[in-house]
């Protein structure tokens, strides 16, 4: 709507189908089904072509994902969540943009994912706290909780450097 409204219909033509194709996915998607960490990730490059759309080159995105995480089981949209808060609280609170980055690796038994992002560009020492309602990061949390019970860890901490990064280890399981 904001990009039609803005005279930008160009824009607004090419987000219709990405955000088609990623509510179709999200709405097919049953929390308590497992997918692979790639078809994972190929979910959440629809959500992020559209955040692209609207962020243009204020989003930078790294993904380090290993070979042998590629077809580890996760639990369907478990990063979507993570990432949408990092856009709203990081990425849209700076008007210079910044980056999300993902790595993924298979250790001691673990997949062992780490979402970070560079903060909201704030200029003190200390890093802004990030506010809000968390209903992503509580459903995440529970679905974790139901799925491992205690086995899987759930690490978020604020970066020195600025920004967020949220560290997951989830028994490694793959088809």
Known sequence: ?????????????????????????????????????????????????????????RL??????????????????????LVENSIKYAISANENGGAIRLKAVVKQGDLQLQLTDTGPG???????????RRVGLHNTLQRLKTLYNEAYTFDIALRPSGGLKIDIHIPFDQV
């Not at 704030?122 to 809000?132: E, F, L, Y």
Request: aromatic letters at 6%.
């Open 122 to 132: 704030k200029v003190s020492n200390q890093p802004a706290p990030r506010t809000g």
């Open 60 to 81: 930078t995105l790294e993904f380090d994902i290993d070979e042998q995480a590629k077809p580890a089981q996760v639990p369907s949209l478990l990063l979507q969540p």
């Open 1 to 57: 709507s904001a990009l039609v409204t803005s005279n930008e219909p160009e824009k607004a033509h090419k987000l219709i189908p990405q955000l088609r194709h990623f509510l179709r996915y999200s709405l097919d998607s049953d929390p308590a089904i497992m997918n692979s960490l790639q078809q994972e990730i190929e979910a959440l490059m629809l959500y992020l072509d559209i955040e692209r759309t609207r962020f243009g080159d």
